[in-house]
């Protein structure tokens, strides 16, 4: 194809309608889609309608960080008066990141990686972003497995960890149920006698002598450490698999495949069942939590303020890392979300109704766990301080245990587990979509042909299945926590820095604010290039900062004792950290030493976006933009449904608005 040609002009110098451009865009070899005889490259697709965007940010963002991670914090850190730096850091960090990642996505119309053509020399961001999806898809679906394991155990009608006489448990663990019972069997007999003076004495003593001894043994614990993990003594001993974790993260897989292998075709329609009924099943949680005998005192822990903990600086890094953990920032995925919105789509509103759920959701949560916990704690006769936990110990000790004193425990526990899968399961496969999405963007040509996507889907769920094997063997829980300490942690809030910074200083501020007008047809209210500019960048480098001077290396604490890591693995934990955020200093040389000139030429060059015509401002001047000629306007694409070059002045520089005032011009005339 001759450079006339490529500039959207015939040999003749007239211009190509856009079909014109679509075929020969067809025959060159960097086209979209092979000949005409060879298989065609498929339509990129969009959201059915606008709800489905909004579910699956909610589906991915509000998972168990929402469950487990903010009703501990909260609690620990002063009760309602953590909801001071809690929504500081929404006002100030989330909502700023989350709009301009999905609103760059809806821009672009490309994944994670793409996305960053508005500044090639720093691409790099994107290439860390979809390392750290990856490590996390690793990683999270570990949790469906035990979910999965602890969901297949509740069909009991006694609950495997609410007796300690089972095989899995320790011999202390056992003889402490045989006598416990043997003490309350006697106790029955003597009571059927006429003794009955003695009924109060021997009901208190088989009590607390059965107490004693089971207080010494925790059969829930051992359920977990014994039964599922069987964990070993160490991560430099990982012993063999197990199997029927194995089989449980492979159902896991499995499932997540079957959401995503066509694409938002099934996920969309997945989203509106695993975004929405886990609200249904909190709320009849709650209902059952707020009955029960304690729960005023657990709540009374969750929601009482103190507010001289607002003095101490981790409270706020607490809320800070909360913040971007919750909304999923910095992991490519919003960006991939985003790319599917139709270009005239209102993705500012969507921000402001997203970070009002997720905040609702965290909330809500808290009060679910806490009414249980405070029924926990009264049970047992010590306080809610005692009993309250985050993380894996939440979900799969402390609340087990509140659930096996309930009156029919199993169905409970069924409901819990279930509310769990449905809260991991959206932002588990969103997630891998997201890093779909991002690959198959960089190859649409050979990605996006017949069966092709669906089987690389497939070879990359399979890929993860065999990292995660290594966390189901008896060291796995080692493994995860090095995962899940290092990998996608305090990282993000560096890659969120870079964000801000390269959209505002290196794009230009005042350029994406025209973009954005361009899209939503309405100026944005200043505040965000205000929040893009100076608020948000220092705010995630300060939390960030303050997060590293109180870092400290990774311990795995244990019912009996904490589990401190050797050398060797926590170099293994941070190798995981770095191997994503190398990637920004690494493409920023690389496109650096590969263009020409000198070096404020190669830096000019390497900072020009590479823009569809679509995408360009009216009056955009052409030579600080790179004119990405693969793809032309085409009115018939859903992502750009709506616009029209007659009426739209961010086409002006477009062959099809040339040929629309051609005509015109021909009809004054006369010809």
Not at 18 to 38: C, I, R, Y
Not at 430 to 451: N, Q, S, W
Request: glycine content about 8%.
């Amino acid at each position: 194809m001759n450079d006339s040609k490529q500039n959207g002009y015939s040999s003749d110098g007239d211009p190509l309608s856009w079909k014109q451009q679509e075929a020969e865009a067809l025959s060159s070899d960097d086209s979209a889609t092979t000949s005409s005889e060879g298989p065609k490259m498929k339509r990129r697709e969009v959201w059915a309608n606008k709800l489905d965007f909004l579910l699956a940010c909610i589906g991915f963002s509000v998972g168990l960080g929402n469950v487990w991670r903010f009703p501990f914090l909260c609690y620990r850190n002063g009760g309602g008066a953590f909801l001071i730096p809690y929504f500081t850091a929404v006002l100030l960090g989330g909502i700023p990141v989350f709009f301009l990642e999905v609103s760059l996505g809806q821009f672009m119309s490309e994944g994670g990686i793409g996305t960053w053509k508005i500044t090639p020399l720093f691409q790099g961001i994107g290439y860390a972003c979809t390392i750290i999806v990856f490590l996390l898809n690793c990683e999270y679906n570990i949790i469906l497995t035990w979910t999965f394991y602890y969901l297949f155990s509740s069909f009991n009608t006694v609950l495997p960890w609410s007796q300690g006489d089972n095989e899995w448990n320790s011999e202390l663990c056992r003889n402490s149920s045989k006598m416990a019972a043997s003490l309350m069997s006697n106790y029955s007999k003597m009571a059927s006698g006429v003794v009955s003076k003695l009924n109060d004495t021997m009901t208190t003593v088989a009590y607390t002598v059965a107490t004693e001894n089971t207080t010494k043994c925790d059969p829930v614990t051992e359920f977990w450490e014994r039964k599922v993990l069987q964990l070993s003594s160490g991560v430099d001993h990982a012993g063999t698999v197990k199997w029927d974790l194995a089989l449980c993260l492979l159902l896991a897989w499995i499932v997540v495949y079957g959401c995503i292998w066509k694409g938002i075709k099934s996920s969309g329609k997945v989203m509106y069942f695993t975004a929405t009924s886990p609200y249904i099943l909190m709320l009849i949680l709650l209902i059952r939590g707020v009955t029960l005998d304690g729960a005023a005192e657990g709540l009374k822990f969750y929601l009482l303020p103190d507010w001289s903990k607002l003095q101490e600086a981790q409270v706020w890094v607490d809320a800070g890392t909360q913040i971007f953990f919750s909304y999923s920032i910095s992991l490519g995925t919003l960006t991939a979300l985003g790319s599917y919105n139709k270009f005239r789509h209102n993705s500012y509103r969507d921000a402001m109704i997203f970070a009002g759920v997720n905040s609702f959701t965290s909330i809500l949560a808290g009060l679910v766990i806490f009414s249980v916990l405070g029924f926990m704690a009264k049970q047992q006769g010590v306080s809610v301080a005692d009993v309250a936990e985050s993380g894996p110990g939440l979900a799969f000790i402390a609340y087990p245990t509140a659930v096996a004193q309930m009156p029919v425990a199993p169905l409970w526990s069924v409901l819990f587990f279930v509310m769990i899968i449905l809260l991991g399961l959206d932002s588990q496969f969103v997630g891998v979509e997201g890093f779909i999405t991002a690959c198959v963007d960089m190859y649409p040509h050979y990605l996006r042909i017949g069966k092709r996507r669906e089987i690389f889907t497939g070879i990359v769920c399979f890929l993860c299945f065999l990292i995660g094997l290594s966390m189901v063997t008896e060291g796995g829980m080692y493994v995860f926590q090095l995962f899940d300490y290092y990998s996608a942690s305090r990282i993000v809030l560096v890659v969120a820095f870079f964000e801000c910074i390269v959209v505002a200083y290196i794009y230009g501020i005042n350029r994406y604010y025209d973009n954005l007008e361009m899209m939503f047809g309405f100026r944005i209210a200043p505040v965000m290039k205000i929040c893009w500019m100076f608020v948000t960048p220092l705010f995630s480098l300060t939390i960030f900062i303050m997060g590293a001077i109180s870092y400290s290396e990774l311990t795995y604490k244990r019912k009996t004792y904490e589990y401190t890591y050797p050398s060797w693995a926590i170099g293994v934990g941070w190798m995981l950290a770095l191997v994503s955020v190398i990637w920004i200093p690494i493409t920023f040389f690389k496109r650096v030493i590969d263009a020409e000139g000198s070096i404020a030429q190669r830096l000019l060059s390497t900072t020009r976006p590479i823009l569809k015509r679509h995408q360009l401002r009216q009056g955009e001047d052409l030579t600080k933009v790179v004119l990405d000629e693969s793809c032309s306007f085409d009115p018939d694409d859903p992502i750009l449904q709506g616009l029209d070059p007659r009426d739209e002045p961010l086409l002006a520089n477009s062959v099809e608005l040339q040929k629309i005032e051609n005509s015109k011009r021909n009809e004054t005339n006369g010809v």
